[in-house]
Every structure is written in structure tokens, then in C-alpha cells.
């Protein structure tokens, strides 16, 4: 079974910029699995964030962030990641990562494996 484990996450200012990280531990799993951000606060339903093919050929971004946030993997590494600049306080979530195995979705429900999740917070 794939575990996922996210890191990076913080306190920052608004318009900084951080970079989460998601480990996988299932080698061949990773580098065949589409990937996914997704985010949540209490009380709301998880919102996708970034999802990205098998190769990083087709990538996805959720309205909310695009020009803004940048989603990566690297196959050698079994990692994912999530390049967020300019942040600001409607950023503020627990970010999870994500594995499909299939095509990249937008939704949640599609995916399979979930990470525990990396808290983010923006405020001055």
C-alpha cells in the first residue's frame, strides 16, 4: 500500500512563498500514478489545488492559484511538489497530497491514497 507523507508546510507572511514536498513510499506505484494537491479548513469541503500526470506531461491547476502555485514531481526522487508564491491569507489550509491511479483528476473522491496532510498558514 502507497504512504504518502507531506512536509514543508509553516507560518509565513502574506506574499511569501513556501514549497511542500510528498514522499512516496512505493516506488513503482509513484512514477506510474497521476498526483494531486488539495487543500482544506474546517468546515469546507477539500478544494483541488494542482494535479499532474504519470510524466508531468498535463498539469492542472484549480482557479484559485493559477500563476501562483507550481506542481513538480521527480520520478528518481518519488517525491511531489508544490511551488507557492506570492501566498496570501485565503492559502491558509491543511495541504494533502494525493495518488490516482489513472489519468489526473480535479476531484477528490477519484483518488486513491491520501497523505496526512501539512498545515500552511499565512498571516501577518
Known amino acids: 500500500q502507497v504512504q504518502l507523507a507531506e512536509s514543508g508546510g509553516g507560518l509565513v507572511q502574506p506574499g511569501d512563498s513556501l514549497r511542500l514536498s510528498c514522499a512516496a513510499s512505493d516506488d513503482y506505484t509513484f512514477s506510474m500514478s497521476a498526483m494531486g494537491w488539495f487543500r482544506q479548513v474546517p468546515g469546507k469541503e477539500r478544494e483541488f489545488v494542482a494535479a499532474?500526470?504519470?510524466?508531468?506531461?498535463?498539469?492542472v491547476y484549480g482557479d484559485s492559484v493559477k500563476g501562483r502555485f507550481t506542481i513538480s514531481r521527480d520520478n528518481d526522487r518519488n517525491t511531489l511538489y508544490l511551488q507557492m508564491n506570492n501566498l496570501n491569507a485565503e492559502d491558509t489550509a491543511v495541504y494533502y497530497c494525493?495518488?490516482?491511479?489513472?489519468?489526473?483528476?480535479?476531484?477528490?473522491?477519484?483518488?486513491?491514497?491520501w497523505g496526512q496532510g501539512t498545515h500552511v498558514t499565512v498571516s501577518s
Open positions: 494525493a495518488t490516482r491511479w489513472a489519468l489526473v483528476s480535479t476531484n477528490a473522491s477519484d483518488y486513491d491514497y
Open positions: 499532474i500526470s504519470r510524466r508531468g506531461g498535463n498539469i
